[in-house]
């Protein structure tokens, strides 16, 4: 009989098991289900492949990646694994053939889209057939709240009713508390063992810069830290994506737009490209990349803050799969934060998403504004401990802190006197003394405060106001205007000293400049 390690090695040609696959494979292979938390990259298929190689059966694969199917089959068939899709990419006659090797034993692994599998049709063919395991691929996408939302994954739990004693795997590389716990609940794996592999990702670098000038900002980083390497830039919006991705060709640079709106056609060119090609920048929504897997994406880029911690994990997750030193790189700014605020009231959603979402965000700017290591701020929302890593821009570049109390004072009272309700860059204004339109409509060059932040650069005042809204000290109304929160009462009152993070030109441009 084969053993697990002589399947790694004689059809896969690998020569050992990595973390904790042995462990997995052994488990679900002896009839176990069983939760796979594990970073993308970490080798999750093997998990379930090789017990379907070893149990008698077909192992059925639910995954909702379609367009990546025929190239996951194609790579087992080359192994010699006796393995077929079915989607509604083939035709009739296509899937007839593969429903009937499947009755007839002749198949070792089936991918099957979700809302395939749940017809009436294919549960009784799987009733007539011999399973060897269902494998849950993807298996966040179950979650209401994550952005890759599947409504037919919430229907999987049928397998649990209709097939109680057939093993079952559900992987995912996204996974904090709260999804994994609707992981469990929603496929009912409450007796599955949960394998939770560390999230670190070592050999990802990680960047954040106050954003300045975004395009330049990213140019920059593209010539100087990453000339000539693949990677992904991300953008929130398609009208983004396509304008980014044509700045960079007129800067020389051989960049791709990838969104939903593209035609089918220009889209998978595109893809084919960037998998292909050593030096391709893939400029994409956040449509791109689930299930992609090239192994040197040398850089992973965000233009535009992600919602959720969750999601920018699994994004940066992307880069550096190969194990080679790769980088996660991302501007932000004030803006990012109000339209993201935005985004989440306007969104019609009840009350009780709202409130996960706004938790959600909150954990994303704590990212932003972290005090050191961001590796750590990363890991911990992973309920992983760390230490300060030595790999992320906080730790080689400590941020300098400065005495930033009575600046504080004079923004909040800025704020306070012109009413509440106009936006950063007017309060700036005022707090330099700028001579614009809007002052002289608004009589402001007359407040008491007018002009006595000359001394303080306008970078500088954009951080603190920044770093204010992540303390919850001022809030963001919809329009973007800023008001005041009660957590700042202590410092109006004298009572409170505040020490924030200066800004620096070299954080800006990423920690670099300084090197090159
Ligand atoms: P994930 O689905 O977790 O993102 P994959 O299953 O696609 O990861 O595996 C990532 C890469 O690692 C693949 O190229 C795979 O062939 C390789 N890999 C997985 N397990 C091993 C192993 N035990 N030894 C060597 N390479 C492995
Ligand atoms: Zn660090």
Not at 74 to 98: K, M, P, Y
Not at 214 to 236: E, M, S, T, W
């Amino acid at each position: 009989m084969s053993t697990a390690l002589s399947v790694l090695q004689h059809t896969f040609g690998y020569s050992a098991f990595r973390g904790q696959q042995a462990e997995i494979v052994e488990h679900v292979a002896t009839g176990g289900d069983a939760l796979v938390l594990m970073p993308t990259g970490g080798g999750k298929s093997l998990c379930y492949q090789i017990p379907a190689l070893l149990r008698e059966g077909c192992g059925i694969v639910v995954s909702p990646l379609i367009a990546l199917m025929q190239d996951q089959v194609d790579a087992l068939v080359q192994l010699g694994v006796r393995a077929a899709f079915l989607n509604s990419t083939l035709a009739l006659h296509e899937a007839n053939d593969i429903e009937q090797a499947l009755l007839a034993g002749e198949l070792e692994l089936l991918y099957v889209a979700p809302e395939r599998l749940l017809t009436p049709r294919f549960q009784s063919l799987l009733h007539r057939s011999n399973i060897a395991l269902f494998a849950i691929d993807e298996a966040h996408c179950v979650s209401q709240w994550g952005h890759d939302f599947r409504p037919e994954y919430i229907q999987l739990s049928v397998l649990h009713e209709n097939f109680p004693d057939i093993p079952r795997i559900a992987l995912t590389a996204t996974a904090d508390q709260l999804t994994r716990q609707e992981i469990v609940d929603r496929l009912a794996l409450q007796s599955a063992r949960v394998f939770l592999s560390s999230f670190d990702r070592p050999n990802i670098h990680y960047t954040v810069v106050e954003k300045d000038n975004p395009r330049k900002q990213l140019l920059y980083f593209l010539r100087n830290v990453h000339p000539g390497d693949a990677g992904i830039v991300y953008c929130l919006s398609r009208k983004k994506v396509e304008e980014t991705a044509a700045w960079l060709q007129e800067q020389g640079l051989r960049a791709l737009p990838y969104h939903a709106g593209l035609d089918t056609s220009t889209r998978q060119a595109n893809q084919t490209r960037f998998l292909r090609e050593d030096s391709t920048i893939i400029v994409a929504t956040v449509a791109f990349g689930m299930g992609i897997d090239k192994p040197d994406v040398r850089f992973v880029a965000h233009l535009d803050l992600p919602k959720s911690l969750e999601g920018y994990y699994q994004e940066t997750g992307r880069a550096g799969r190969d194990g080679l030193p790769a980088s996660a790189w991302m501007t932000y700014g004030l803006q990012d934060m109000v339209l993201l605020r935005d985004m989440i009231e306007q969104s019609g959603t009840p009350d009780e998403i709202k409130r996960i979402e706004r938790q959600k965000l909150d954990a994303m700017l704590g990212y932003c504004e972290a005090p050191s290591c961001r590796r750590q701020v990363l890991l911990h929302y992973f309920n992983e401990d760390a230490t300060p890593c030595g790999n992320c821009d906080l730790c080689t570049n400590p941020p300098q802190t400065w005495d930033a109390t009575t600046a504080v004072q004079k923004a909040l009272s800025t704020i306070y006197r012109s009413g509440q309700r106009y936006g950063a860059g007017h309060i700036i204004d005022i707090l330099r003394g700028k001579d614009t339109a809007k002052m002289r409509e608004c009589g402001h060059q007359h407040l008491s405060t007018f002009g006595i932040g000359k001394d303080i650069s306008e970078a500088q005042w954009r951080s603190l106001l920044r770093q204010l809204v992540a303390m919850a000290m001022i809030g963001v109304s919809e329009h973007g205007g800023l008001y005041l929160l009660d957590a700042c009462r202590g410092i109006l009152r004298g009572e409170q000293h505040l020490q924030l993070r200066k800004v620096s030109e070299a954080r800006q441009w990423g920690g670099t400049k300084a090197s090159t």
